[in-house]
Each structure stands twice: as structure tokens, then as C-alpha cells.
């Protein structure tokens, strides 16, 4: 079975994942673009496909009515998004280990992307 790994910055919190992670999605929303200083680029992975050593190090901040945003309370490493209606998390690609074979599947909320750049790499882009 497929597998990956990932770590925040500082090691203090590692995870795997089991099975294949799809395409990556770049977020381009203001919320994104603040917590992560450009744009927020993850894979989604099926909640119990997700295994999270030193998850008590993980601090969890809700960013909306629906989702919220997991970080590493030491290093301060933006790792994880999750929606509380679904059951799946969104994983910083950033935070992969290695080599991932991974690419860009689409840009998502576009009408609301930074004005100090342009995307221009051909994927969907949704407003």
C-alpha cells in the first residue's frame, strides 16, 4: 500500500498516511494566504488513512463556523485543515517528506488570490 510521511519543522509532530493522496490543491483565500505568508497548497487523505505521532502537540484553531486549522504548537508549522462535515483532512504538501510524485491539480478561490502575483501554470482555476 502506498505510503507517506510527513513532519511540522521541528519533528515534534510526525504523521503517515496510508494509500494514494490526490491531486494537489493550491488555496489562494485570504485566510490561507495569512497563516501561511503565500498560498496553501495540500493533498486530501481520508481521515482513518491518517496516523499523527505527538498529536497532543498539534493545536487546533478554528478558523470558521465549518473548518479548522492544525498547527504544531512548538515550531509553529502549519500542517493540517479540516472541514467538520467531512471526513477527510487536507495535509500541507509542504510538509510531505521526499520525493512525492505529487502535482498541482487546480486553484481554489481564485477571486480572492493576492494582486502581487499571477497564476499562470495552465490548471483549473476556481473562483
Same mark, same amino acid.
Given at each position: 500500500?502506498e505510503?507517506?510521511?510527513?513532519?511540522?519543522?521541528?519533528?515534534?509532530?510526525?504523521?503517515?498516511?496510508?494509500?494514494?493522496?490526490g /491531486?494537489?490543491s493550491?488555496?489562494?483565500?485570504?485566510q490561507?494566504? #495569512? @497563516?501561511?505568508?503565500h498560498?496553501?497548497? +495540500?493533498?486530501?487523505? &481520508?481521515e482513518?488513512?491518517?496516523?499523527?505521532e505527538?498529536?497532543?502537540?498539534?493545536t487546533?484553531?478554528?478558523?470558521?463556523?465549518?473548518a479548522?486549522r492544525?498547527f504544531?504548537?512548538?515550531? /509553529?508549522s502549519a500542517?493540517?485543515w479540516?472541514?467538520?462535515?467531512? #471526513? @477527510?483532512?487536507s495535509?500541507?504538501?509542504g +510538509?510531505?517528506?521526499? &520525493?512525492?510524485?505529487?502535482?498541482?491539480?487546480?486553484?481554489?478561490?481564485?477571486?480572492d488570490?493576492?494582486?502581487?502575483?499571477?497564476?499562470?501554470?495552465?490548471?483549473?482555476?476556481?473562483?
Amino acid at each position: 500500500m502506498e505510503t507517506h510521511k510527513g513532519s511540522c519543522l521541528c519533528g515534534s509532530v510526525r504523521y503517515t498516511t496510508q494509500g494514494p493522496l490526490g /491531486g494537489v490543491s493550491v488555496c489562494h483565500c485570504s485566510q490561507c494566504r #495569512k @497563516q501561511s505568508g503565500h498560498v496553501y497548497a +495540500s493533498v486530501n487523505i &481520508a481521515e482513518e488513512a491518517l496516523t499523527v505521532e505527538g498529536a497532543s502537540n498539534v493545536t487546533w484553531y478554528r478558523s470558521s463556523e465549518k473548518a479548522k486549522r492544525g498547527f504544531c504548537r512548538i515550531c /509553529g508549522s502549519a500542517l493540517f485543515w479540516k472541514h467538520e462535515e467531512e #471526513k @477527510q483532512v487536507s495535509i500541507l504538501a509542504g +510538509s510531505l517528506e521526499g &520525493a512525492t510524485e505529487l502535482s498541482i491539480s487546480r486553484h481554489i478561490y481564485c477571486a480572492d488570490k493576492g494582486d502581487y502575483y499571477e497564476i499562470d501554470d495552465g490548471k483549473p482555476q476556481i473562483p
